[in-house]
């Protein structure tokens, strides 16, 4: 049973923009709220790494690699949290996934491919 489902990803050129979405829908709401949601990627031959997260009051964290084109956001009435990506390069050409951690617990999508190429 999926704790985390990912939608969103694609192909996109340089520049263009692509916005991903999970949802937790099979998470109680008492628990979704207070986590903290993640979204992490990896490349080919890279390690997976950590691109943007939101607690549950709503902070934000970001890679400096993506600051200024990326936005992290959440919905808790939805149980799910947006990847907002814009001005994508070819770098950014990863698996994505989603996390979700809480005390004493944490999970993961199975991730979304995003491929930026022209």
């Known amino acids: 049973q999926e704790q985390l489902v990912e939608s969103g990803g694609g192909l996109v050129q340089p520049g263009g923009s692509l916005r991903l979405r999970c949802t937790a829908s099979r998470m109680i709401t008492s628990v979704f709220n207070p986590s903290t949601m993640a979204w992490y990627r990896q490349a080919p031959g890279k390690e997976r790494e950590l691109v943007a997260e939101i607690t549950g009051r709503g902070g934000t964290t970001y890679a400096d690699s993506v600051k200024g084109r990326f936005t992290i956001s959440r919905d808790n009435s939805r149980k799910s949290a947006t990847l907002q990506m814009n001005n994508l390069k070819p770098e950014d050409t990863a698996v994505y996934y989603c996390?979700?951690?809480?005390?004493?617990?944490?999970?993961w999508g199975k991730g979304t491919l995003v491929t930026v190429s022209s």
């Open positions: 996390n979700n951690r809480g005390t004493g617990r944490e999970y």
